[in-house]
Structure formats: structure tokens, C-alpha cells
């Protein structure tokens, strides 16, 4: 029986698993919306920007480790997700992204709502393909979901013209794919993974470098047990967080230009470097030249490109991590079968990085006056009981809660790190919900992120998906701000979000429950009551504008040159009063003096 | 250094934008360029001349091997191979110059293949320094213009197990 490209679309998706369909209608997408609405085997997230749906599968995806589904028309449709998409191919996102696309005859012609949907996400994609004929729908399907989820996942882009959707033919889903160009290595490299063991057990000072690899890799149990077996010390990039437990005892969080100063020493002074699905991204590095100086480096990734990149490896090994952690951990067993032995071989190493914690731990001053954000992230984190799943946005409070948050678990730390896109988190939040209705979830923004995606409160409200957002208000685009004041003699250009929208009667107007904390005294208050509460809760804290983020590795710096709190002529002109006045009372935003 | 590089695609719309994509993205540059199908309709082949020091053209190989429709990529630099350009140069010849252009083209074994009143098109094949001298033996006769077919490289058969310098989990399987 023939069926059209629509049915045969709606088919596929079935076939994959997929569940839930993050999208918004147009014309060219008419047909496949229609037979959408008659499956019960599909959801569909009706979102208020396509933005929101790319987004919203994003933290599907981060959460779920399977594929976010995103569905939007062509043109504006199209080019609406494309921060979505970029931001998925910088942090190794598996999305599929369905985009609408004119008929084929009239492809070229500047036609209504035409735009070149290949060629625009090319530089933004795993992989994408235009479908010119229904006969090759169901394959380009297959390949697509594929392609996102395996290797170095990321984002593929599927363009089905409007008489490709219409079009009927046989269907048949195919069993396998075959690309011949595309074949993942997984396995690693038997002499690489030996070599790389005999580097373990040789080295004084070694330091394993986590990143978001270790999270879509799966590798969470491999790498809590090569740092057990062998007593080294483990931090975590922005994306790596959660692999690692934060709370266990080799846990040194995260690194980087936020990142502890305990664990930037251990990278500064480590002889040797176990990097495991990280890319030596800039925000880590610093100043290439100085960094990690002593450390021969082993580095594991599924990505050939990501080795000798920006840094160089001593000992490459490609695979994927999960498998090559777990042949190395057996190399590593059958060297030395001795922990007694391993820990006092540690000890010293260990001890020298817990008098880094103690000589410069993570520190704020919270007064009865004005609530410090710290304090809010370390709150929620209490009263999370480290369980909830947690999206961010981006700058400061990411930060803070990158810092404070000290996960569990893989896939409960979903946040945009390569491309740092502002207005990710919310959207996010959302679709790790859809994905778990059941489990909290909880958004850290702030006032300048939000407000770049908060159309979606009203998913949030009509599936009553029980989103806690918590929204540190501090009336400036706080990241910004802080490299003002430090780089820039506080000259604070467009960093200031003057009028401040009143967020309780947003929310309101949203029909989802609006709380307020304006000092610290009321914030565990409204914290408790808004995660007590079933349905979605905006919660509008409101915190000092002028807080900065600590340690600091200024842009360029090098790792173990981090700054530790406000430059002495920072806090001068701000006890003159010169460079700045508050005013942060209710309603009012940040004026420059 | 210069290298010469054998992309074999798939023969798709589409592919070629991908790879000239990933070159513009980085801001590597593509020195020439040359495309054309292979013995198999389904696949094509890309040649393409590119100048890096060691660090950047490793990311070019593994960033052309990392495209869904890319087969392989050769890096000819690495073994010993052939190289070979057309070049159409149309020369201005005065009555008192033919005779030297005539003996130029025969000095370098190229074809004079269009004559006018006051041009010669000569036709010349060859590898990089055969037609660069060329061209400057020509110059002062004055070239009115010239177009180059880009460069083509097939590696020596006998050196076809000349064992990859790079690790083999670089090479696709």
C-alpha cells in the first residue's frame, strides 16, 4: 500500500522510538501536522518560538541521552532554530531537526517562506540533507537518527519539501544503514591503551580532565572506576559535570576560568593529564602556552578532531571513552591489584590539593542586607537534596551554580557551554520534564536570560509541567558587568537592565505561580514553597548586582594566574561611591550614577 | 609547506559546498581546486592544494574525514606521487615574437592550439615547475591571459604501501 511522505514521516519516527516532537506549524508542514494530530503515539510540543522547540530538544536530548526531535516550517522556521542547532553541534548534541521546505519546483525561485535550509545549517550541523523524493524520505530518516546518535552525536537537519510530504510511495523502513563514508571508531588503540596504563602507574601528580564527552559516552561508572582503582583526583569541565560525583572525595569540581583554584593548581602542576572526551576549549586552557607545563597528556575522544586540536597529546587514543576506559581499567587491575598500596602512593599529591581547597576555598559574604546569588544556589542545592535535574542559562548564575551544584549524576546538568547561548536554559528545563514528569526540575536564570525565551511559560503552564524556575534578578547583565568593572574602569555599557519587568505578574499573567524574595531573609521562604508547590513556579530573587564571580582566570591568563576577589581599586572606588550608586529596591533597576 | 590533497566524495549536491565550507570556516586556504568524477559515477574526486604547517593541515585531513559523504582523503605530500596542471596561456605575439614563442612552446612540449593576428593560445601540461617556467620564459613576450586548470595528483604505484605517517585510527576503516 502506498502512503505519503507524511504518514511515511510519522511512520519513521515511531520506528525510532521517539516519543515527544518539540515544533510549531507553517504552510509547508501543513500535510505532515495534519497526520500528526490523528497519531496518539506521537506528542507534539506546541512551542511560542521555534527557538523554544530547538531548545527544548536539546534538554530532552541532554537529559534523555536519546535524540531530540524538533519539527518546524521552512523560512523563518527554519532560520528561528538555528542558534538551537549550533549550540547543539558546539556541546554534541543529538538532534534530528525536521524542517519544512517550498515544493520542489519551486526551490530557488525566492518563493513565499523559501530559504536555503542546507546550506544555511551546513556550518552548523553533523550532517544535513534536502529529501527531493518521497522514495528516499524513510532511508534519509534512518541516517539522520543515526547519525545524531552515534560517534560524536550532534545535530542532523532533514529538509522535506511540501510535495515531498504529499507525494505517496511504498514504505518500507529500512533495517541498517550503510554510509560508506560514515563509520564511527570505537574501539581504541590496544598499544595506545597500554602505553596510556603505564603512564598511570608511573605518574607523581596525574589529574583526570572529565568532559561532556564522558556524559553522551555513558562513561560515568568507567570513570568513577579508573579514579578509584587508581587514587587520581578527577575535575570536570562546564559539560563534564555530573560525571564524576561532586561530593566524592577525588572530586575536585570543576576547572577552568571559573573553576576552583585547587583545581587549576592540580592541572598547573600535574605531571600527567588524562583527558577523557574534553576538547581543551579555551574557557579551560587560558593561555595555551602555560597550561598544564609539566603534564604528558593522554587523551581519549571518539572525535579525531578533537586531539592536538588546540593542545597537544602525547598519547592519542580515539574511541569511544566508555570502552577504552573500560579496557584501560583492566590493564590498569592486572598492574596493580594493591589500594592500600596506591592511596599512600597518592597521599602526598592528594594532600597538597586539599591545602590548595583550604588556602582558597569557594567564598561570599551574605549580609542581612542583599542576597548574595551564591547563597540562593547553594540553597536550592540543599533543598534539592543534590537529586533535582538542573538547567541553566548563561553568565553569572551559571557560574555560581557550575561552582555550588555538586551533581550526582550524569544527564542532570543541562546547560550551553561551547556556544553559551542566553535563553537556553528555561526551554530546557522543559524538555527534560517532558521527559521526566515525574522527577523535579529546576531552572537557574537570571533576569537577562530569561527574558530571551520566557514566551514558553505558557508550554510550561498548558502541560502543567512543573518547571521551577529560579530567577536571580540583579538588574544587570551580570557577567558583563564584572569584565566592566574589572577591564573596562567600570564603564558600564549596556550592561545595565534599568526598568525591570515586575516577573510575580508575568507569571501571573501566564497562569503559573509567581513568588518574590527581595531580601536574603525571605529567600528560603519562597524557595521551599516554590518547590513545594505541583504545578510550575517563577521565582523573582532578587540579588546584589555588584557580586562577582571568583576564582577568575582573566581571558588569555594562564591557569594558576586566577584572581580571587575584587581588585583593591575595584572595592576603593566602590566604598567612594564614586563609580557607581545602588539601587536595587523593589521595581527599580541598576542607574548608572 | 604546500600539500596536495585527494578528497574521494560521494557525487551528491551539496558535497563540495561541505568541504569548501569546513576550509572558509577555519580560514584555511584553498590554494586550487579540482573536481571531477571517477571511474565510479557514484563517487568524485576533489583535489585540493592547500598550504598549512604541520598542526593545521592533521585538522584539515581529520575535518575532511569527519564529512558523512567523504570516502577518503590522500595527503599526496606524504608519499611520492605525480602532480599535474593544464594551463591555456594567450600570449600577445608581434610579428618579431612568433618565432620565440614557437620555440618556447617546443622547448616545453606544449601545443599552440589557437592562433589569432596578434595572439597565440598555447596549451601546456604538466607539474608545478615545468609550467611555472614556462610561464616566465613568456612573460616578456607579454601574457594577455591564462587560465589553470588547478592541480591533479595520482600517488606511484610502487609506493602504495608506503605505510600512513599518522596514527591508522585517523584513516577511516
Known sequence: MKITGAEIFCESLRREGVKTIFGLPGGVVLKIFDVLCQRKDLQLILTRHEQGAAHMAEGYAKATGKAGVVLVTSGPGMTNIVTGLADAHMDSVPLVAFTGQVSTDLIGNDAFQEADNVGISRPCTKHNVLVKDVNDLAQAIKEAFYIATSGRPGPVLVDIPKDVSIAKTEFKYPDKVNLRGYRPFTGGDKSQIRQAAEAIMSAKRPVIYVGGGAVFGDASDEVRELAEITQIPVTMTLMGLGTFPGTHELSMGMLGMHGGYWSNMAMHQADLLIAVGARFDDRVTGKLSEFCPEARVIHIDIDPTSIRKTFHAHIPIVGDVKSVLRQMNVVLRSMDGNPAAMKARRSPWLKQIDAWKKEHPLVYKQDDKITKPQYVVEKLYELTKHEAIVATDVGQHQMFAAQYFKGKKPRTWLTSGGLGTMGFGFPAAIGAQVAFPNRQVVCITSEGSFQMNLQELVVAAEHNLPVKIVLLNNGVHGMVRQWQDLFYESRYSASLLGKKPDFVKLADAYGIKGLRALKPSEVDDVLKEGLRHKGPVLMDIHTDPFENCYPMIPAGGAQHEMMLEDPAELVQSRKGGTARKRKVDEGEGVLPS | ?173
Do not use: C, W
Not at chain 2, 76 to 98: A, G, M, Q, W, Y
Not at chain 2, 112 to 118: A, E, G, L, R, W
Not at chain 2, 149 to 169: D, L
Open chain 2, 1 to 173: 609547506m604546500e600539500h596536495i590533497i585527494s578528497v574521494l566524495v560521494e557525487n551528491k549536491f551539496g558535497v563540495l559546498a561541505r568541504v569548501a565550507g569546513l576550509f572558509s570556516a577555519r580560514g584555511y586556504n584553498i590554494e586550487s581546486l579540482s573536481v571531477a568524477p571517477t571511474l565510479d559515477p557514484t563517487t568524485s574526486m576533489i583535489t585540493i592544494v592547500t598550504i598549512g604547517d604541520d598542526r593545521i593541515i592533521e585538522q584539515i585531513m581529520k575535518q575532511l574525514n569527519k564529512v558523512v559523504e567523504v570516502l577518503s582523503v590522500v595527503d599526496h605530500t606524504e608519499t611520492d606521487f605525480l602532480d599535474r596542471e593544464t594551463v591555456l596561456i594567450k600570449v600577445n605575439t608581434k610579428p618579431e615574437h612568433r618565432d620565440e614563442a614557437i620555440r618556447i612552446a617546443e622547448i616545453f612540449r606544449a601545443k599552440i592550439v589557437d592562433s589569432s593576428p596578434t595572439t597565440y593560445t598555447i596549451e601546456i601540461t604538466g607539474d608545478v615547475d615545468k609550467v611555472e617556467a614556462m610561464i616566465s620564459m613568456l612573460k616578456p613576450l607579454g601574457i594577455k591571459d591564462l587560465i589553470r586548470t588547478g592541480r591533479i595528483a595520482i600517488a606511484r604505484e610502487t609506493t602504495r604501501t608506503a605505510s600512513p605517517r599518522r596514527e591508522p585510527a585517523l584513516l577511516k576503516p
